[in-house]
Every structure is written in C-alpha cells, then in structure tokens.
C-alpha cells in the first residue's frame, strides 16, 4: 500500500525585496549603498541584521568599513556552499574523486560544521595528514582548507544561525544574480560598452524590486520639466493649464 503524497507546505516568500546592481561603480560604493538602504528600512536596527558573504577578502574588507562608517551591528554568515568546495578539495588528498569513502569523509565533517566545530574540524583534518606523511605539495588542499575554517571561524556558528532561523546559503543570492544579471547581460553575441550595460542593470534592478510604476511616473514628470515647464515664464501657470 503506497504511501499518500503530503501537500507541501507553502513556502516563505520574501517581503519588500529590493536588488541592484552595478558594473560601472566601484564595489565599496554599491556596499555603502547597501548599508543606507538598510539603514532606512531599519534606522533604529530593532531588528537583526544578518549578511550573507563568500569569504573574498575585498568583499570583507568593503563590509568592514561600512559598519565602522555607519555605526551598525550585523551577523555575517560565511556561505556553506563555498565551505563545501573547500572541504572536497581537501577530501582528494585522502581518497580518490568520486569514491564512497571522500564522500563519507565530506559528509561527516560537513555535519560537524553544521554542529559549529568548525575549529575540531580543521585541527583534525591537518592531524590526519600530518599521520599519514603526506608531503607539503600533496597536503596543500588540506591546509588550504583549515585555514579557511580557522580564519573564519566567527562566521561558521551554524548550529547558532539554524536555531535562529537565518540563512547559511547564498542560493537567493546566486539566483538573483543569474537572473538580474546574466540572464540579460551573457546571452548569445551580446556586447556591451559599459554606460549601456549599467542602464540595462538599473531598468532590471527596477522591474525585479516592482519599482518601475514609480519610476516611470517620475521620469515623466522629470521629461515634462526638462523639456517643457522649464521654458516657461511662470512653470506653476503652465503646468495648470
């Protein structure tokens, strides 16, 4: 007798979201422009303000200078899909690609990050090399990844994110970008010079966070003052009539 099939359950869909994007300013503007926007949704930051990152150091670096400008607290979160890559890596210095035995050993070292023992983690895996004699070159992955976990240790409280409820993943992110980005910029024979590719991306960005009503509206309004009211003697007279 088969099982009956479960209704699944309807999913959280996010609220007031907001995306854009730029290829023409430098990516510490685009992070202050992020903050500011957060800032005023949330001036008071009554609620907790959590970041998604990858661990590139640039990144961080224009993240870090953003809290210190504005003054703010927030939770970054170091994406586990990027702590994944790491940990295959590391995994074929011990076993041979696409054994059972690298995936075991992925898997339960990915729970135990999962469980916040991060740290156990990378000391055990460097241990495990350094046991098994293997060289500097052929262990090279290996500490590769301890480092990474070591050096980010802060952001890998998963078992503290996932109580909490917030994201450990970056997949919205990643979508977002296929989507605003490459779904328009990277098709077929596309070409593009660089002021034309950032007005693609802001008409985009605008469609994608349901602003373009407001938008063409205040465009227009701003066309009928450049091209019209402007001119006039008495504006006030000429946009009555």
């Not at 990152?53 to 961080?60: A, I, N």
């Not at 960005?205 to 450049?226: G, I, N, T």
């Amino acid at each position: 007798m088969g099982l009956e099939p479960r209704e699944e359950p309807p999913r959280s869909r996010a609220r007031n979201k907001r995306v854009w994007a730029s290829v023409a300013r430098d990516p510490g503007v685009v992070t202050e422009e992020l903050f500011a926007e957060a800032l005023r949704r949330d001036p008071e930051q009554r609620r907790d303000w959590v970041m998604l990152v990858d661990g590139h150091q640039d990144q961080l670096k224009h993240i870090q200078a953003s809290i210190k400008r504005f003054g703010v607290s927030l939770i970054l979160v170091l994406d586990f899909i990027h702590v994944l890559e790491y940990l295959w890596k590391a995994a074929y210095c011990f076993y041979a690609p696409g054994t059972e035995q690298a995936e075991a050993w992925v898997a339960e070292r990915a729970l135990q990050i999962l469980r916040g023992k991060a740290a156990h983690v990378a000391a055990g895996m460097r241990r495990s090399a350094t046991l098994r004699g293997l060289s500097a070159e052929d262990r090279q992955a290996v500490d590769t990844c301890a480092g990474y976990l070591h050096r980010y240790k802060d952001m890998l409280k998963y078992d503290e994110y996932l109580a909490q409820g917030l994201p450990i993943a970056t997949g919205v992110i990643e979508g977002a970008c296929r989507h605003l980005i490459c779904d328009r910029m990277d098709i077929t024979g596309a070409r593009w010079r660089l002021p034309r590719a950032e007005a693609i991306l802001k008409l985009r960005s605008l469609h994608s966070s349901a602003d373009s009503a407001e938008y063409w509206a205040f465009y227009k309004a701003q066309v009928l003052k450049r091209n019209h009211t402007s001119r006039y003697q008495d504006a006030e007279l000429a946009e009555a009539a």
